[in-house]
């Protein structure tokens, strides 16, 4: 094995089966027989076999109404478990617990992946009325509290990159144009937290503020989420934003940030 790159050893089935998953994004996230051979310019023979075999191991699933194939459940099992050998989950943890006991709302940790932001880690409110967790859920950045708050520390080409070209208009509030939407980002970087404001769910509000690495880079965001009813403005500013901050600073400080 001495003097060949790894390259050298890869299996192309197991390449071809990790390509055809990877087509599958929040964005396109039902894929038929035709489109997969199109895409990954495989023969249907191949495509039909990669899915079955996928499918026998829950990494694909088929919806028996249109036949489109998507992502089956193996893969958030992975995801989790890579969640809890992560060093952030570990550390946030206990920050999440001490913050859902404080404000009795839902508490997450999330990170940045492409154009959206994934909550890894949650602990929910024992309100009767409470938002639906969403772990495991890819949502979209640029209107998310945990979303904008990690953009925001990103620099304006890294932003740009990031956003799709554009932005859908999810609820009456949400930032569609690019130039106000980067105004807005700038603001949150400058005050250290965002606010979800209903800007992907009406009646939903939620309030994130970064976590930092020993190197002081942003790697996550903690967020508290909840009915607006419950989110008044004046709440948000007196007690929530100084919560959900000192937690992120405690969890910064857990992974080494002075």
């Given at each position: 094995m001495t003097g060949k790159n790894k390259s050298d050893y890869t299996v192309q089935a197991v390449a071809h089966a990790l390509?055809?998953?990877?087509?599958?994004?929040?964005?396109?996230?039902?894929?038929?027989?035709?489109?997969?051979?199109?895409?990954?310019?495989?023969?249907?023979?191949?495509?039909?076999?990669?899915?079955?075999?996928?499918?026998?191991?829950?990494?694909?699933?088929?919806?028996?109404?249109?036949?489109?194939?998507?992502?089956?459940?193996?893969?958030?099992?992975?995801?989790?478990?890579?969640?809890?050998?992560?060093?952030?989950?570990?550390?946030?943890?206990?920050?999440?617990?001490?913050?859902?006991?404080?404000?009795?709302?839902?508490?997450?940790?999330?990170?940045?992946?492409?154009?959206?932001?994934?909550?890894?880690?949650?602990?929910?409110?024992?309100?009767?009325?409470?938002v639906v967790p969403r772990v495991g859920v890819w949502l979209p950045a640029f209107c998310t509290a945990a979303g904008k708050?990690?953009?925001?520390?990103?620099?304006?080409?890294?932003?740009?990159?990031?956003?799709?070209?554009?932005?859908?208009?999810?609820?009456?509030?949400?930032?569609?144009?690019?130039?106000?939407?980067?105004?807005?980002?700038?603001?949150?970087?400058?005050?250290?937290?965002?606010?979800?404001?209903?800007?992907?769910?009406?009646?939903?509000?939620?309030?994130?503020?970064?976590?930092?690495?020993?190197?002081?880079?942003?790697?996550?965001?903690?967020?508290?989420?909840?009915?607006?009813?419950?989110?008044?403005?004046?709440?948000?500013?007196?007690?929530?934003?100084?919560?959900?901050?000192?937690?992120?600073?405690?969890?910064?400080?857990?992974?080494?940030?002075?």
């Amino acid at each position: 094995m001495t003097g060949k790159n790894k390259s050298d050893y890869t299996v192309q089935a197991v390449a071809h089966a990790l390509d055809l998953l990877e087509v599958f994004t929040p964005e396109a996230d039902e894929w038929g027989v035709t489109a997969l051979s199109q895409r990954l310019k495989l023969h249907k023979n191949n495509i039909f076999r990669l899915l079955a075999t996928l499918e026998s191991r829950r990494y694909i699933e088929q919806d028996q109404g249109s036949d489109q194939y998507r992502l089956g459940s193996k893969n958030l099992e992975l995801g989790q478990t890579f969640a809890k050998q992560n060093g952030l989950l570990r550390q946030a943890r206990p920050e999440l617990e001490r913050l859902t006991k404080e404000c009795g709302e839902n508490a997450y940790v999330a990170v940045l992946k492409g154009m959206s932001t994934v909550y890894l880690d949650m602990v929910e409110s024992n309100h009767v009325v409470r938002v639906v967790p969403r772990v495991g859920v890819w949502l979209p950045a640029f209107c998310t509290a945990a979303g904008k708050v990690q953009l925001a520390f990103q620099s304006e080409p890294e932003i740009e990159r990031r956003l799709p070209k554009e932005l859908k208009g999810h609820t009456p509030n949400t930032l569609t144009d690019h130039t106000r939407l980067l105004e807005h980002l700038r603001e949150v970087a400058a005050q250290g937290y965002a606010v979800d404001d209903e800007e992907l769910d009406l009646e939903v509000r939620g309030v994130a503020a970064p976590i930092r690495d020993y190197t002081r880079r942003v790697v996550g965001a903690v967020t508290v989420s909840g009915p607006s009813l419950r989110f008044s403005r004046e709440r948000i500013a007196e007690e929530l934003v100084p919560l959900v901050k000192e937690s992120a600073r405690e969890i910064s400080a857990n992974l080494g940030s002075g």
